[in-house]
């Protein structure tokens, strides 16, 4: 018998598809239609066993669904704008542009040794001017329906690189890159309004059941929606101050109020005074996020006002200027209740100032709060007049309804979620379409002069945005009044790429971002699959981006994604040398360096990652042990939502398997004979695999695909081992497609597998006419039966008393009783 060769077979096989574009799909169909797509992938460099699983996954289901009838969509892009290839410009002295040209290049092929069934006559990279220029087109329909507006913001910038910096590139309030103390700016920014939204957003996720909870869950919570108490603190100047809270039932527990550092009151009081102006300035150095003012140290200047409290005019509150304060949330300013908030409660201890208990946990009622952890629970309120006795929930109530009534505060609903800000100012993204002209303001690009291109001729020798210092290319008349003007040098946000790319894939005419009765056939997709990392902002923007199309009526779809799927990591160890440098597996054999010999350090098994190295390329392993493979070792050893930890003797084991079915398939005979049991088992692996593909459960599938070739293996030549051999090829062909298509020329199949349909079930092969009867004596176990279904309870009664086992464990004492429970159970007492 031949020995499969997997590298001439995947070459074959791949050429075979490609030339016949099988896996094309066809607008014109009258089939059922399936779209099923993974999160695209940044053109980094080359792919790893991560990227594998992920479109492993979504490669089994676009090939069953082919198999069972439907017209499918499977296509593949890059997400090909970004930092990195920035980085990879100042770093290597390349283009970004080549450099990331020439990673798609390298990364598609590798992609197509794996054997996807993709449909790369769709190919799209969001870095050429036939995709960005028309998302400059989407852009200036939302600009003109109101969406789109400009700002000052406050943003991260860097002194030294002359960027703003995201939020997740300041380490330790520094540059990530040039390690300068990063400042606190006001830029004039774009946005979207998502916030329009919010309200659908939040009301959307309930008709998402095909979406993990946990998903659906973190997007709710990011979203925020929450009712609150907008009220007004007069202040010992004469003046006011106006405050947000989503509790305002701890009101009596307040014991001081904060303002931001660019807060109106902090501004004008740095105007006149050098201490102020120089705190404020420290506030700049800090972060801008939620989370990083949590964990940043609480700092605060007291200005020397008082804030009158609104229901209880004699006591009066200090205002401080706090750096964890934000202008952009709320009104930027905030009452403190250190007894029930972690980050008041630092600031109080810090400051010396009052901790007051005002929600009681059952055990303690006494005003004075001690201990360092704010108790954030639920209770009954205390020491606070007639809220007294009151559950959080009505002491909401109760203070809303008596600020709205006494005319001092207004019952609001507010979100979390804030407009979308997506101006960056780089060189690598989609360019702006807006003209800025002294005398007309922001004009929009006429839609004739889209696209505008990024040009070639930039430097990375200086830090900042080149286009902010090219020659000529910013430069131009205003569209409307014909004098001088200037292009807007930002460009856009990289997630605006990904949050419409799904719907260009769908309809890819060439005047127009998408033709709208095309997409809406193929939209929404119907399984989406990718890392739980995008879990808020990329799938919350693309669900926002269709929401906004069918505002300005381009598109009547609200939901991009009807499944969602999100699946866990490739992990590998992580290797550290002795002088602190990241190592990739290739270099460390055995704890060694192989390069210096040294010892290296074995830290923990994590998600594959360039930054740490741990990533396992599959160029080499598919050279070794080939396409098919590494496919089944993907879906074999994990369930799909949990990581998956890489391992040499899982592929090795991958490997023989596919040895092993090719052996099963290409020596199997028709031959005279029946084997109903193998015939059933055949049709019920049928059945179930499909289950197990469409809930994208691959490990179970893989389990009963064992389970059915070692029966073949087993079963005597028959006409149903032919038949089960025949069907077990028919059912592997979505996860080992190289050698199905192999093994299905070798018996003599005309065409491709890959058109094949899959397997019916005989519903009569279902059911079972036998069943195991569990045989007792006195409560204990002693033999178990097969007999023909609803056999009598006498016959029952007959064949457990006739059972040598039963014989021996009555020792001669004649049954005093016999429970029968028919098809399940007979229990003997003696």
């Known amino acids: ?202 009301d959307g996720l309930a008709e998402l059941k095909d979406w993990p909870d946990k998903v659906r869950l973190m997007q709710e919570n990011w979203i925020g929606r929450s009712q609150g108490l907008q009220f007004r603190f007069r202040l010992s100047d004469a003046g006011e101050v106006e405050v947000f809270t989503t509790r305002p039932d701890t009101i009596f527990g307040a014991s001081f109020v904060a303002v931001a550092a660019d807060h109106p009151i902090a501004q004008a009081l740095a105007a006149r005074d050098a201490e102020v102006a120089a705190f404020v300035a420290r506030c700049k150095q800090g972060g801008t996020t939620a989370a990083e003012l949590e964990t940043q140290e609480k700092l605060g200047f007291d200005t020397g ?117 997506v101006s960056r100012q780089r060189y690598w993204g989609t360019p702006i379409p807006i003209i800025h002209c ?37 430069h131009v008349a205003c569209p409307s009044c014909g004098v001088d003007a200037v292009r807007e040098t930002d460009t856009l946000d990289t997630f605006v790429d990904s949050s419409w790319y799904f719907i260009r894939f769908a309809s890819q005419p060439d005047d127009r971002p998408f033709d709208r009765t095309v997409a809406e056939e193929w939209l929404p997709v119907g399984q989406y699959i990718g890392g739980v990392e995008h879990a808020i902002l990329h799938l919350l923007y693309a669900r926002f981006w269709t929401r906004a199309l069918r505002h300005i009526g381009k598109l009547d779809v609200a939901e991009p994604f009807a499944g969602l799927f999100t699946q866990g990591m490739v992990t590998h160890e992580t290797y550290k040398s002795d002088d602190g440098r990241w190592l990739s597996p290739p270099e460390v054999e055995n704890g060694i360096e192989t390069a210096t010999g040294r010892p290296v350090t074995v830290g923990r098994v994590e998600k594959m990652s360039k930054s740490k190295k741990n990533t396992v390329d599959p160029e080499p392993i598919v050279d070794q042990y080939g396409a098919d493979a590494v496919r089944w070792f993907m879906l074999s050893d994990s369930p799909p939502e949990r990581d998956l930890p890489w391992s040499e003797a899982g592929i090795e084991g991958s490997w023989r398997f596919v040895q092993r079915l090719w052996r099963i398939v290409t020596a199997d005979k028709a031959a005279e004979g029946d084997d109903l049991a193998l015939r059933k088992l055949a049709h019920r692996t049928v059945r179930d695999v499909a289950g197990d593909i ?65 397997p019916t079930v005989d519903p009569a092969m279902l059911v079972d006419d036998e069943v195991t009867v569990a045989v007792q004596v006195n409560g204990k176990l002693r033999d178990t039966l097969t007999l023909a279904k609803g056999t009598a309870r006498e016959e029952l009664e007959a064949a457990a008393l006739a059972s040598d086992k039963v014989v021996r464990a009555l020792e001669g004492k004649a049954p005093r009783k016999v429970i029968v429970v028919p098809d399940r159970l007979v229990n003997i007492v003696a």
């Open 694 to 758: 469409e809930g994208l459960q691959f490990n179970k599938a893989v389990a009963r695909l064992y389970t059915l070739a070692s029966a073949i293996e087993k079963a005597a030549p028959s006409h149903d081992r032919h038949a089960a051999a025949h069907t077990l090829l028919l059912l592997v062909a979505p996860m080992v497609p190289h050698v199905a298509e192999e093994a299905w020329v070798a018996a003599g199949h005309d065409g491709l597998i890959a058109d094949a349909a899959w």
């Open 1 to 202: 018998m031949t020995r499969y060769n997997a590298l001439k077979a995947d070459a074959h096989w791949q050429s075979v598809w490609d030339e016949r574009r099988t896996f094309a799909a066809d607008d014109h169909s009258a089939k059922p239609r399936s779209y099923v797509l993974e999160m695209f992938p940044y053109p980094s460099g080359r792919i790893h066993m991560g990227h594998v699983r992920n479109y492993t996954m979504g490669d089994v289901l676009a090939r069953y669904r082919r198999m069972i009838g439907h017209e499918v969509l499977h296509p593949m892009g890059w997400d090909a704008f970004g930092m990195p290839a920035e980085n990879a410009a100042m770093e290597k002295g390349v283009h970004p542009g080549s450099w990331t040209r020439a990673n798609i290049a390298t990364m598609k092929a590798q992609l197509k040794r794996l054997g996807f069934a993709l449909d790369w006559t769709r190919e799209l990279a969001t870095c050429e001017p036939d995709y960005y220029g028309h998302e400059q087109a989407l852009f200036l329909d939302l600009f003109a329906a109101g969406l789109v507006y400009r700002k000052e913001s406050s943003v991260n910038w860097d002194p030294v690189d002359m960027t703003v910096l995201a939020n997740e590139q300041v380490i330790d309030g520094r540059g990530w890159r040039s390690g300068a103390l990063v400042e606190k700016r006001k830029l004039s920014q774009w946005f979207l309004r998502i916030t329009d939204f919010a309200d659908e957003l939040l």
């Open 438 to 474: 002294a005398a007309c303001g922001p004009v929009p690009v006429p839609n004739d002069q889209l696209p505008i291109v990024l040009p070639e001729d930039v430097s990375f020798a200086v830090p900042g945005n080149p286009l902010d210092r090219h020659p000529t290319w910013k």
């Open 305 to 421: 006002l008082t804030a009158q409290h609104p229901i209880d005019p004699a006591v009066r509150l200090p205002v401080y200027i706090a750096n964890f304060v934000l202008m952009e949330y709320g009104t930027g300013a905030v009452f403190g209740v250190p007894a029930h908030d972690q980050r008041d409660l630092d600031f109080a201890r810090k400051y010396d100032l009052p901790v007051r208990r005002v929600v009681s946990d059952g055990a303690d009622e006494d005003p004075v709060f001690v201990g360092d952890e704010a108790y954030t629970g639920p209770g009954a309120l205390v020491n606070s007049h007639f809220l007294d006795g009151m559950d959080v929930a009505d002491a909401k109530r109760a203070i809303i309804s008596r600020a709205e009534g006494e005319g001092w505060g207004t019952g609001t609903t507010v979100f979390r979620l804030r407009d979308w800000g």
